[in-house]
Nanobody, 121 residues
């Protein structure tokens, strides 16, 4: 069994910063691609940023230059550093990690519970 625990959301003023964390625990053999997604009220869930096992990163155009995705493999933890936040960044943020629980098995996409980020003055 694998669990993802997110933390770091909250209320911040425009221009401020937040760092989200997503820690994986349980029966983990290998973590492959990881990513952050967000869903604003009345909108579909959208990709924010992804990172592969070898560190290749991809960002949505709306967050390029402001957000940074990184990982600490020793802690099985994924991070999202968010700077220069804007009101339109307000959403519930979800982490996603593709995890194989045993050798030679396919990985499976696990999701965190979501953390609310609100950008408002």
């Amino acid at each position: 069994q694998v669990q993802l625990m997110e933390s770091g959301g909250g209320l911040v003023q425009p221009g401020g910063s937040l760092r989200l964390s997503c820690a994986a625990s349980g029966s983990i053999f290998k973590i492959n691609a990881m990513g952050w997604y967000r869903q604003a009220p009345g909108k579909e869930r959208e990709l924010v940023a992804t990172i592969t096992a070898i560190g290749s990163r991809n960002y949505a155009d709306s967050v390029k230059g402001r957000f940074t995705i990184f990982r600490d493999a020793t802690k099985n933890t994924l991070y999202l550093q968010m700077n220069s936040l804007k009101p339109e960044d307000t959403a519930v943020y979800y982490c996603n990690q593709r995890i194989a629980t045993i050798p030679q098995a396919s990985d499976y996409a696990y999701w965190g519970q979501g953390t609310q980020v609100t950008v408002s003055s």
